[in-house]
T-cell receptor
């Protein structure tokens, strides 16, 4: 079984600064995918960024980048130039294939608060 | 706006009621999912409908029953729920193309059982 660990229940950052949200994973599959989602208080899960296990470069999407260290099994999310609207829960997730169907397995999440 | 539509957005029901949550997607995705999320917890998978086959998380009680009328709809029927079933219910869909194809989530239904 795969496992996702997010060790930071809460993080605080000043507006316009960068912040790193940690995620480590455990899998024996050679092929896997890692996702980060943002969940504001409204409840919707918003896809941010994806990293594939065979991708040679770290993924980037605008202000979001993924610090992928395969040997350490970590996939940390870096948010640059934080904005007040970035305050939300952030979930790291791994795609798992079981019984012929795919599903996402989520970490416990990190609550990010951006201070003005 | 999300391309996965969930209705209703809020639902309050008694323990003897029967209600249904609806989820619809028009992206031609081949898989649809129901997740349950308790407050301050991550989403947990309840059901997956993919390749015309329904997969069930065995820990989900039978008072929850999914129905897939067609490839665009995945409903969740609720009957005789308990107060501990109060949660955010998230529907998602995925094209199942592998790689970085993410799951698209709806806005969720906040369910309160009284």
């Amino acid at each position: 079984a795969q496992k996702i660990t997010q060790t930071q229940p809460g993080m605080f950052v000043q507006e316009k600064e960068a912040v790193t949200l940690d995620c480590t994973y455990d899998t024996s599959d050679p092929s896997y995918g890692l996702f980060w989602y943002k969940q504001p208080s409204s409840g919707e899960m918003i896809f941010l960024i994806y990293q594939g296990s065979y991708d040679q470069q770290n993924a980037t999407e605008g202000r979001y980048s993924l610090n992928f260290q395969k040997a350490r099994k970590s996939a940390n999310l870096v948010i640059s130039a934080s904005q007040l609207g970035d305050s939300a829960m952030y979930f790291c997730a791994m795609r798992e294939d079981s019984g012929g169907s795919e599903k996402l397995v989520f970490g416990k999440g990190t609550k990010l608060t951006v201070n003005p | 706006d999300t391309e996965v539509t969930q209705t209703p957005k809020h639902l309050v029901m008694g323990m003897t009621n029967k209600k249904s949550l609806k989820c619809e997607q028009h992206m031609g995705h081949r898989a649809m999912y129901w997740y349950k999320q308790k407050a301050k917890k991550p989403p947990e998978l309840m059901f997956v409908y993919s390749y015309e086959k329904l997969s069930i998380n065995e820990s989900v009680p039978s008072r929850f029953s999914p129905e897939c009328p067609n490839s665009s709809l995945l409903n969740l029927h609720l009957h005789a729920l308990q107060p501990e079933d109060s949660a955010l219910y998230l529907c998602a869909s995925s094209p199942l193309e592998g790689g970085g194809t993410e799951a698209f989530f709806g806005q969720g239904t906040r369910l309160t059982v009284v």
